[in-house]
């Protein structure tokens, strides 16, 4: 296992290399630059010869070659770069927004979980009863509906009907826990709800399957408590594939996570995101990508690792 590791840690900077490069070229095809977002406005207006003397100053008349160079190498020694656009250091404006976006990822991915496995696994067993056909119209109406647009529905009901908004001062779950409650709750609950209905089809599927099989069949027969056959057997065997999914999911979950913060006005990485796209800040968009994509990539190898706790068999050589 060892081994297997240290081969998956040894892909990880190919991999970033590929990531960021491909983004860099991206990027640079997106009309306008930072520049022109710092000294946009009537009250700011320039002349072009200033608007070219700022570009100069900021290193973005070099040719696009020399600019993916200084960006490589500064990469290279872990320094994220500088955002022009927030006066600060790109890993120093993403650093504060990460426990906003973990602790929505979070209680969306214990919402999904509480969901979809009793509803999966009930649905299974009663195949064809009420409880399964309400399961599945559900989940299929929370695969259809986009985040963005549950999420607009649900904040206007909330301010219309029930007179509630979205605070404007964030406050930490660890210095105002009743606040932040209310203010991830609706936030998480769709982003669980979406996850749930993709997720209680897929344990559904696989417990179908697993119930058929041999062994359960012989654990039935043998007297063992339905506890200890549906759990300890068919549910078991039934959640590596549902794992597997799973941890695509919360590449899903981050990717809710941009619009739902925009939505519900939480300063987190999605959030940031989007501001520096329409800022047109190159580097904080660089930088923001590589940090999910690191995060991604040792998230998957933990749900690799995963598979032999629930099914000693796995080997990984």
Known sequence: MHQYILRRLLLLPPT???LGTILFFMVQAIPGDVASTLLAGEENAVDPKTMQKFREELGLTDPMIVQYGRWLAQTATGDLGYSYYFSKPVWDQIKPKIETTLTLAIFGIIIAVVLSLPAGVFSALYRGSLFDQIVRTISAAGMAVPAFWLGIIILLILSRKIGWMPPVIHSSIFDNPVDAFYRYLFPSLILGFRSAAVIS????SMMLEVLSEDYVRTAWAKGLQPRAVIVGHALRNALLPVVTMFGMLVA???DGAVVLETVFNLPGIGLLMVDSVIARDASMVLGLVL????????WILLIDLSYKVLDPRVEYD
């Open 16 to 18: 970033l290399f590929f």
């Open 201 to 204: 089809r897929m344990v559904r």
């Open 252 to 254: 899903t979950l981050i």
């Open 291 to 298: 940090s999910i994509g690191i995060f991604m990539m040792i």
